[in-house]
């Protein structure tokens, strides 16, 4: 009888995995020119009108699911897509 002995397995990759991670790195780029430092809010949307982007609205809604979404980043993420503010102070004055 031969002696067991273990192959290398190919590794296997996640796609859905790796489209995931692509896209939350897509957001977390995104995020910083969409937060308005004056209203200390997000954009409700950034929409193309030819070559030239136009913003639109500020929502607290929006503020509230992006810091949701931060939550599970890392802990620099957030002064990023912040301009520096702080995460917390941010979500206190949204209560």
Do not use: I, N
């Not at 002696?3 to 996640?14: E, F, G, I, L, R």
């Not at 136009?54 to 929502?59: M, S, T, Y």
């Not at 929006?62 to 979404?69: E, I, K, Q, S, V």
């Amino acid at each position: 009888m031969t002696p067991w002995v273990p192959t290398a397995q190919p590794v296997k990759t996640d796609p859905l995995g790796t489209t995931v991670a692509d896209l939350r790195a897509l957001a977390l780029r995104a995020l910083a020119r969409m937060y308005r430092s004056e209203h200390r809010l997000f954009l409700f949307a950034v929409r193309h009108r030819g070559a030239k982007p136009v913003v639109e609205g500020v929502r607290r809604r929006y503020t509230a699911m992006t810091l949701l979404g931060l939550a599970g980043e890392d802990e620099s993420a957030a002064p990023q897509a912040l301009g520096g503010e702080d995460v917390h102070a941010l979500c206190g004055r949204l209560l």
